[in-house]
């Protein structure tokens, strides 16, 4: 029937639209969806970037750690270290001319300290020096390290009189030349210092019998200091003892003059009479 028909192009035409509908929704939900797992990608793949350069670096940081490890490893270059790290010190606080590298503190002889520094008073034979040598001995350092780290205490203390015996042998290659009481030993790490300063008896022994002074990178820039500060201080003596002396001569040509004045102002009246009578 006529109804039927109607009815049925209707419901067609609910379908189609309905179709039309569901696609579009479909398609709208795809691309949502596509758009999303895009972003999503590039933020993980940002993050794997991120995490890549963080390897890296790490194992650039690894490597580096490697070559400081095997540049310590060696005692020439380990030596060389300890050097440098003085050397800037000592070029941070002092002019060129209050300190030398290399210095032979003991006449006639061949062993020669990393660096020494030139102190006010200078003997007869020679500027009067203050050895500072670098020292470091790194393996019982690290042995005693790593046994703290393991919390073995027998080990630990092993390693502590093994650093011990190391510090003595190398206190005694140096020498306090015959112009100063003592001698610095520079120890080129604060950790290392404090191990050497907590060892019993060891600093005592090395004043005592090797007038010897360990010292650590802050003790040494305050030993430098307290130096520059006690030149300061003699040089403006010394300039205070010139300024007086050029007052003294000073003074004495003004006592000249004033005499000189008191004859010329003595002889001034007699010589008056003189110069009227000629005048008249």
Same mark, same amino acid.
């Given at each position: 029937?006529?109804?039927d028909?109607r009815l049925?192009?209707v419901?067609?035409?609910?379908?189609?639209k309905?179709?039309?509908?569901?696609?579009?929704?479909q398609e709208?939900?795809?691309?949502?969806?596509?758009?999303?797992?895009?972003?999503?990608?590039?933020?993980?793949?940002?993050?794997?970037?991120?995490?890549?350069t963080?390897?890296?670096?790490?194992?650039?940081?690894?490597?580096?750690?490697?070559?400081?490890?095997?540049?310590?490893a060696?005692? =020439?270059t380990?030596?060389? !270290?300890?050097?440098?790290?003085?050397a800037?010190?000592?070029?941070?606080?002092?002019?060129?001319?209050?300190?030398?590298?290399?210095?032979?503190?003991?006449?006639?002889?061949?062993e020669?300290?990393? !660096?020494?520094?030139?102190?006010?008073?200078?003997s007869?034979e020679?500027?009067?020096?203050?050895?500072?040598?670098?020292?470091?001995?790194?393996e019982?350092?690290?042995?005693?390290?790593?046994?703290?780290?393991?919390?073995?205490?027998?080990a630990?203390a092993?390693a502590?009189?093994?650093?011990?015996?190391?510090?003595?042998v190398?206190?005694k290659?140096?020498?306090?030349?015959y112009?100063?009481?003592?001698?610095?030993?520079?120890?080129?790490?604060?950790?290392?210092?404090?191990?050497?300063?907590?060892?019993?008896?060891?600093?005592?022994?090395?004043?005592?019998?090797?007038?010897?002074?360990?010292?650590?990178?802050?003790?040494?820039s305050?030993?430098?200091?307290?130096?520059?500060?006690?030149f300061?201080?003699?040089a403006?003596q010394?300039?205070?003892?010139?300024?007086?002396k050029v007052?003294?001569e000073?003074?004495?040509?003004?006592?000249?003059?004033?005499?000189?004045f008191a004859?010329?102002? =003595? =002889?001034?009246?007699?010589?008056?009479?003189?110069l009227?009578?000629k005048q008249?």
């Amino acid at each position: 029937t006529s109804e039927d028909a109607r009815l049925e192009k209707v419901r067609s035409g609910n379908e189609a639209k309905l179709e039309q509908r569901r696609a579009t929704v479909q398609e709208k939900l795809d691309r949502t969806l596509s758009e999303r797992l895009t972003a999503s990608f590039r933020t993980v793949d940002e993050k794997l970037g991120l995490v890549q350069t963080g390897l890296g670096e790490m194992r650039t940081m690894a490597e580096s750690v490697r070559d400081l490890k095997g540049v310590l490893a060696n005692v =020439k270059t380990r030596g060389t !270290f300890g050097e440098t790290q003085l050397a800037a010190i000592l070029a941070n606080i002092l002019t060129p001319a209050q300190y030398g590298a290399q210095v032979r503190v003991v006449p006639e002889g061949r062993e020669a300290v990393d !660096f020494a520094v030139r102190m006010p008073g200078a003997s007869g034979e020679g500027p009067c020096w203050l050895p500072l040598d670098s020292k470091f001995p790194v393996e019982d350092y690290a042995r005693l390290l790593d046994a703290e780290a393991r919390a073995e205490a027998v080990a630990a203390a092993q390693a502590r009189a093994a650093l011990e015996r190391a510090v003595l042998v190398q206190a005694k290659s140096v020498k306090p030349p015959y112009t100063t009481e003592f001698a610095v030993m520079y120890l080129p790490s604060e950790g290392l210092y404090a191990e050497v300063i907590r060892i019993p008896g060891l600093f005592e022994k090395l004043q005592r019998d090797w007038r010897i002074t360990p010292a650590g990178p802050t003790v040494v820039s305050a030993l430098i200091n307290s130096l520059q500060m006690g030149f300061v201080t003699l040089a403006l003596q010394e300039r205070s003892s010139e300024v007086w002396k050029v007052l003294g001569e000073v003074k004495g040509e003004f006592l000249q003059f004033a005499e000189g004045f008191a004859k010329v102002q =003595k =002889k001034f009246p007699e010589a008056q009479p003189s110069l009227d009578a000629k005048q008249t």
